[in-house]
């Protein structure tokens, strides 16, 4: 017994100082780079930490500083939205490595240098951790080299000015339909959850361009929704809806496991059956039509994508004549989601800063006015308007949204050679193979010294919870020479891999924007227990529950893969004259 005591004590302290030996070793490695460098017991990508960092994070924040800093408020994946670029001015440097007994982690907010590794050959995406994507087969997400370019050439077919106009009518067209529904709903035009919905108007805007199926608002009905058809497969937008609401679910159960005689189970199950089935249908038939719908100048996003995948993937240097029927299934759907959370959840803080700076609402709407004229909304267009107002207000109010709110937190690469780059002052550095490397937008976004802070006394932005919001201010896009400012943050990604679907989103943005203030008006709603307490002067109510909200934008902000608003802000949606 005690041999066995003794043997395991010895094997553990074997392990111990071969892991302290390679922390060390690790170190001397990320030293190498010649940014300031620090010991950090984690690594952002381990799974362990990340399945464990949300519940335990906050606990180890309570030891002391010296214990944690500067690696824990880098190695809390989810709270660097919230933290911002503070990390990087604790340690005075927009650049530095992190090394742990697991490998090094270079972080950056430095957009130079971001830019070199989004660009560089000899840095790419780790895919490998990407693969619970692979609902069908393998993506365009999830592959790299020459497979990721068959991918993106089918993918980025799909992107051009006939699709934009497309996004643009649907848009328009989606959001009449949610004003609408927003008016005869029995809350008479409040809107409790505003991301609930707007979650729904891109999946909706989506669904019209990808797949040429539009849904309709009226149609989502409880009751619709549980009832099959006659041949038991349920209708498409359904088994749609279901999909992309439990995606999360499909992505970590085998397939097997959605079988078991379990409701909820099943019921995804079988969405994702007729869903495939339906994917595999269209692409089945705009194999068998392709010659009249090449012919076509507009085709759905699921066309080009089919049609190019098919046909098209092997054109240059892919070893593939065509891609498998599986990838292009995958293709699609990737496409789906990529644009799915990230364009809702920006759509969502677009309607509540609205809402919380009315100001700003009555330029746009002054712009709108200016822009569009008395045309009805079906004589507007992408190509005539979209231009003017996206280098007008609304575009600038946009711009301001993504910097401050941008879904996306991070990128991730990894170098798989020694890479050079060059930072800011001209200095050369070499960043060892093998080493992480985390391009983060938050912290770029907040640089304070790129993106002056509005004008108040720390004491009211303590009082307003250092919230976001307080630094919201669209006029700083309106006098900036052009490009600038766009270098030094990039909601849409650097480089190659950067998104194919930036111009979709920001027009169907736009659009939305503007088919919501043409007529009306978002405001935030003052509820009687708030009049009372202020004796009922409506405007010292109204200001208080804009502070309230301003504090709702930092506290009730959360980060699971996308930065997305949790909490509730009811507004409402009245006639433009009544501000
Ligand atoms: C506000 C909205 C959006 C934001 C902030 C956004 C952001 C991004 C970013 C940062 C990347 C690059 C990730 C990386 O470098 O690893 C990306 C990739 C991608 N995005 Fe978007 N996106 C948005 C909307 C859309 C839309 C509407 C679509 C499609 C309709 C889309 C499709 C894609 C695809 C397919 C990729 C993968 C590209 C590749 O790996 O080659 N995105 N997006």
């Given at each position: 017994?005690?041999?066995?005591?003794?043997s395991?004590?010895?094997?553990?302290?074997?392990?111990?100082?071969?892991?302290?030996?390679?922390?060390?070793?690790?170190?001397?490695?990320?030293?190498?780079?010649?940014?300031?460098?620090?010991?950090?017991?984690?690594?952002?990508?381990?799974?362990?930490?990340?399945?464990?960092?949300?519940?335990?994070?906050?606990?180890?924040?309570?030891?002391?500083?010296?214990?944690?800093?500067?690696?824990?408020?880098?190695?809390?994946?989810?709270r660097?939205?919230?933290?911002?670029?503070?990390?990087?001015s604790?340690?005075?440097?927009d650049?530095?490595?992190?090394?742990?007994?697991?490998?090094?982690?270079?972080?950056?907010?430095?957009?130079?240098?971001?830019?070199?590794?989004?660009?560089?050959?000899?840095?790419?995406?780790?895919?490998?951790s990407?693969?619970?994507?692979?609902?069908?087969?393998?993506?365009?997400?999830?592959?790299?080299?020459?497979?990721?370019?068959?991918?993106?050439?089918?993918v980025?077919?799909?992107?051009?000015?006939?699709?934009?106009?497309?996004?643009?009518?649907?848009?328009?067209?989606?959001?009449?339909?949610?004003?609408?529904?927003?008016?005869?709903?029995?809350?008479?035009?409040?809107?409790?959850?505003?991301?609930?919905?707007?979650?729904?108007?891109?999946?909706?805007?989506?669904?019209?361009?990808?797949?040429?199926?539009?849904?309709?608002?009226?149609?989502?009905?409880?009751?619709?929704?549980?009832?099959?058809?006659?041949?038991d497969?349920?209708?498409?937008?359904?088994?749609?809806?279901?999909?992309?609401?439990?995606?999360?679910?499909?992505?970590?159960?085998?397939?097997?496991?959605?079988?078991?005689?379990?409701?909820?189970?099943?019921?995804?199950?079988?969405?994702?059956?007729d869903?495939?089935?339906?994917?595999?249908?269209?692409?089945?038939?705009?194999?068998?039509?392709?010659?009249?719908?090449?012919?076509?100048?507009?085709?759905?996003?699921?066309?080009?994508?089919?049609?190019?995948?098919?046909?098209?993937?092997?054109?240059?240097d892919?070893?593939?004549?065509?891609l498998?029927?599986?990838?292009?299934?995958?293709?699609?759907?990737?496409?789906?989601?990529?644009?799915?959370?990230?364009?809702?959840?920006?759509?969502?803080?677009?309607?509540?800063?609205?809402?919380?700076?009315?100001?700003h609402?009555?330029?746009?709407?002054?712009?709108?006015?200016?822009?569009?004229?008395?045309?009805?909304?079906?004589?507007?267009?992408?190509?005539?308007?979209?231009?003017?107002?996206?280098?007008?207000?609304?575009?600038?109010?946009?711009?301001?949204?993504?910097?401050?709110?941008?879904?996306?937190?991070?990128?991730?690469?990894?170098?798989?050679?020694?890479?050079?780059?060059?930072?800011?002052?001209?200095?050369?550095?070499?960043?060892?193979?093998?080493?992480?490397?985390?391009?983060?937008?938050?912290?770029?976004?907040?640089?304070?010294?790129?993106?002056?802070?509005?004008?108040?006394?720390?004491?009211?932005?303590?009082?307003?919870?250092?919230?976001?919001?307080?630094?919201?201010?669209?006029?700083?896009?309106?006098?900036?020479?052009?490009?600038?400012?766009?270098?030094?943050?990039?909601?849409?990604?650097?480089?190659?891999?950067?998104?194919?679907?930036?111009?979709?989103?920001?027009?169907?943005?736009?659009?939305?924007?503007?088919?919501?203030?043409?007529?009306?008006?978002?405001?935030?709603?003052?509820?009687?227990?708030?009049i009372?307490?202020?004796?009922?002067?409506?405007?010292?109510?109204?200001?208080?529950?804009?502070?309230?909200?301003?504090?709702?934008?930092?506290?009730?902000?959360?980060?699971?893969?996308?930065?997305?608003?949790?909490?509730?802000?009811?507004?409402?949606?009245?006639?433009?004259?009544?501000?």
């Amino acid at each position: 017994m005690l041999y066995l005591a003794l043997s395991a004590t010895t094997v553990i302290a074997i392990l111990v100082v071969h892991r302290l030996f390679t922390w060390q070793r690790n170190f001397g490695v990320a030293k190498s780079a010649g940014f300031p460098t620090f010991y950090s017991p984690v690594h952002t990508q381990e799974i362990w930490w990340l399945a464990i960092q949300g519940w335990i994070g906050p606990y180890i924040e309570r030891l002391p500083r010296t214990w944690t800093r500067p690696w824990l408020p880098f190695a809390r994946l989810w709270r660097l939205w919230h933290v911002g670029h503070e990390p990087f001015s604790e340690v005075g440097s927009d650049t530095l490595l992190l090394a742990s007994p697991s490998g090094n982690t270079l972080w950056t907010c430095d957009a130079m240098i971001a830019k070199q590794l989004y660009s560089s050959p000899t840095v790419q995406t780790p895919v490998e951790s990407l693969k619970f994507l692979n609902i069908w087969g393998p993506s365009i997400s999830t592959v790299e080299g020459q497979e990721w370019r068959a991918h993106r050439r089918a993918v980025t077919n799909g992107f051009n000015s006939f699709t934009y106009e497309m996004a643009w009518e649907e848009a328009v067209f989606q959001t009449i339909g949610l004003v609408e529904s927003w008016k005869n709903d029995e809350n008479n035009s409040m809107v409790s959850n505003v991301q609930h919905w707007t979650l729904r108007h891109a999946l909706h805007v989506l669904s019209g361009v990808l797949f040429n199926q539009r849904i309709m608002w009226q149609t989502e009905s409880r009751k619709e929704m549980n009832q099959p058809r006659g041949n038991d497969r349920q209708s498409f937008s359904n088994a749609l809806i279901t999909v992309v609401s439990r995606v999360g679910l499909i992505m970590v159960t085998p397939r097997i496991l959605l079988r078991l005689p379990v409701k909820g189970l099943q019921q995804v199950g079988q969405a994702l059956a007729d869903l495939t089935f339906y994917l595999e249908s269209m692409r089945a038939s705009t194999v068998k039509e392709s010659e009249i719908i090449m012919a076509q100048s507009r085709k759905s996003l699921l066309e080009s994508i089919v049609l190019a995948g098919e046909f098209d993937a092997g054109n240059s240097d892919s070893p593939h004549n065509s891609l498998p029927k599986d990838s292009i299934l995958g293709d699609i759907f990737v496409t789906l989601l990529a644009g799915h959370d990230t364009t809702g959840n920006t759509l969502a803080f677009t309607i509540l800063l609205l809402a919380v700076y009315p100001e700003h609402q009555e330029s746009i709407q002054a712009e709108l006015d200016e822009i569009l004229g008395d045309r009805a909304s079906d004589q507007w267009s992408c190509e005539k308007d979209y231009p003017s107002l996206e280098q007008g207000i609304t575009g600038a109010f946009l711009k301001e949204v993504l910097r401050l709110y941008c879904p996306i937190e991070f990128g991730i690469r990894h170098t798989v050679a020694p890479t050079q780059i060059t930072d800011s002052s001209g200095k050369q550095h070499t960043i060892p193979s093998n080493t992480t490397c985390v391009m983060n937008l938050s912290a770029a976004s907040q640089n304070p010294s790129i993106w002056p802070r509005s004008n108040i006394s720390d004491d009211s932005r303590r009082k307003l919870h250092n919230s976001h919001a307080i630094d919201f201010n669209p006029k700083r896009w309106l006098n900036e020479v052009k490009g600038t400012k766009h270098q030094m943050f990039w909601p849409f990604g650097k480089g190659y891999r950067k998104c194919p679907g930036r111009r979709f989103a920001q027009v169907s943005i736009m659009a939305t924007i503007a088919t919501l203030l043409k007529n009306h008006s978002i405001r935030l709603v003052v509820d009687e227990k708030t009049i009372l307490a202020h004796g009922g002067n409506a405007d010292q109510a109204h200001m208080a529950t804009r502070e309230k909200t301003i504090c709702q934008l930092e506290d009730e902000v959360e980060v699971y893969l996308n930065v997305s608003m949790k909490g509730s802000v009811p507004v409402e949606i009245v006639p433009r004259t009544q501000f």
